[in-house]
């Protein structure tokens, strides 16, 4: 009994132990501390170092806005994507440009395959990914190229790229004075020449350097042949309202055909460059080339273009064949009609297609809508002999001896054996004659 007050007082008196021992804790941490804090030199020195981080860190933020302000207000940049056209011409453009540093390049090469077989290549050091500076009207540009390691241009196919320029924001205006050069650099290289385009990935891409355009009179063609298309296709690009007017979609197909080696992509050629338009040229037979390409392509041709599809029979004619030897085009027949009839756009579209098998073609291919111009090349006439013979000659008398040695001789001669000769024979008429009989 005695221990029951101790024991209802007991937990009181043990509660009032403990906080007077927290008190007495906290008082004594805090002088601890302050004792520390006072006396500890490590310790001040640790608050002095904060202090000074904490300074240094608004300084670098202070002076990082204010070089950003300052760029802002001092320097331009002008950003050029690879898929904008100004692109290709800034960077040819730099290539030329005397004024320049660069330490690392890209080489373009270009190439042109000649009618006889021989390919002359030419190689452009453009400027590559990093940095580079050159001088334009007095003021300094730096360049920096970029390469994107994730992002693809889906058009080309290649890595998606920008080039950014910076200059001194009082020189902004030499960059649209810079990229006008660049454009008319561009365009007089191309001027009086016929561009050819091949199709890369889902996109038309110039196929070597701009060709010479191909004079209308150097294809020497049966009688009224060249004079036929060059009047359909003048018509034809003059009648643009008339198509409208009729809710027709304006296009026109023509189908060149006739044994190898007559003219046929020769006079397409002297075809476009006397129009001023360039040629886009497919292959239906390459394996990679499916419908959806096709279609792709065959609705967006470069303005100003031909369409020219070669050889229209090999991609479908001995298909079963083909296959067997593993080598299947990708492009369906209807794949093909369906892109020939395309989408009814505005734009005007001339195709071409030619075929030295005109009896393989499938009557659908060639109905009208389709193909609406035919034309036979065939092996030389009498006439082409003779015209051919004075072109390369001049020399009309001669010319007639040698039709007559070429009708006695009494087989086919195609106009590129004809030019083979006398190419050979160049400054030797007599010898073309008397070499007709071996060939
Ligand atoms: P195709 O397309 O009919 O097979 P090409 O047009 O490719 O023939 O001609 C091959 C070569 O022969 C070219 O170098 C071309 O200059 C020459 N050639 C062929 N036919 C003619 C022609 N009718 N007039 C002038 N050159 C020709």
């Not at 650099?185 to 355009?213: D, I, M, N």
């Not at 359909?232 to 006739?258: C, E, H, N, V």
Request: proline letters at 5%.
């Amino acid at each position: 009994m005695t221990e029951q007050p101790r024991s209802s007082s007991g937990p009181a008196a043990a509660e009032a132990v403990p906080e007077v021992t927290a008190v007495s804790d906290a008082t004594s941490n805090e002088g601890f501390l302050q004792s520390i804090m006072s006396s500890n030199p490590y310790f001040t020195a640790g608050f002095g170092l904060m202090g000074l981080g904490a300074v240094l860190a608004v300084g670098r933020q202070t002076l990082v806005r204010a070089s950003s302000l300052a760029y802002r207000q001092l320097l331009v940049d002008l950003e050029i994507t690879s898929k904008d056209k100004s692109y290709d011409w800034f960077l040819e453009w730099m290539s030329r440009h005397p004024a320049r540093s660069s330490r690392n390049f890209s080489v373009e090469t270009n190439y042109v395959e000649h009618d006889n077989g021989s390919i002359t290549a030419t190689f452009d050091l453009v400027p590559g990914p990093g940095r580079h500076l050159l001088k334009y009207s007095g003021a300094y540009i730096m360049v920096k190229r970029e390469r994107s390691g994730r992002l693809m241009d889906l058009r080309m196919g290649s890595p998606f790229e920008t080039i950014t320029l910076t200059t001194l924001y009082r020189d902004r205006q030499i960059f649209s004075k810079m990229l006008r050069e660049a454009q008319s650099r561009a365009q007089t290289k191309q001027q009086g020449k016929t561009v050819l385009y091949t199709s890369y990935g889902p996109e038309w891409r110039p196929f070597g350097l701009p060709r010479r355009k191909r004079s209308i009179e150097s294809v020497v063609l049966a009688d009224g042949v060249k004079e036929g298309l060059l009047d359909d296709m003048t018509s034809f690009l003059k009648s643009a309202q008339w198509y409208t007017d009729r809710g027709i979609p304006y296009r026109r197909g023509y189908l060149l055909y006739g044994p190898p080696g007559s003219g046929k992509t020769s006079v397409i050629q002297a075809l476009a460059g006397h129009l001023d338009y360039n040629i886009c040229i497919l292959n239906l037979a390459e394996a990679t080339l499916t419908d959806d390409r096709l279609n792709h392509l065959m609705n967006n041709v470069p303005a100003r273009s031909l369409l020219l599809l070669e050889d229209v029979d090999s991609a479908f004619s001995n298909r079963k064949q083909s296959s067997d030897q593993g080598y299947v085009s990708g492009v369906t027949f209807s794949g093909l009609l369906n892109a020939l009839d395309g989408v009814a756009s505005a734009d005007e579209r001339i195709i071409f297609m030619t075929t030295n098998h005109p009896e393989r073609l499938d009557p659908a291919l060639i109905r009208p809508g389709r193909v609406d111009f035919q034309a036979l090349l065939d092996n030389a006439t009498p006439a082409q002999i003779h015209r051919m013979f004075t072109r390369f000659y001049n020399d009309d008398k001669l010319a007639h001896a040698f039709v007559e040695e070429c009708i006695q001789r009494n087989k086919p001669v195609s106009t590129a054996q004809l030019q083979g000769l006398f190419v050979f024979h160049k400054d030797d008429p007599q010898g073309a004659i008397a070499a007709i009989h071996n060939m």
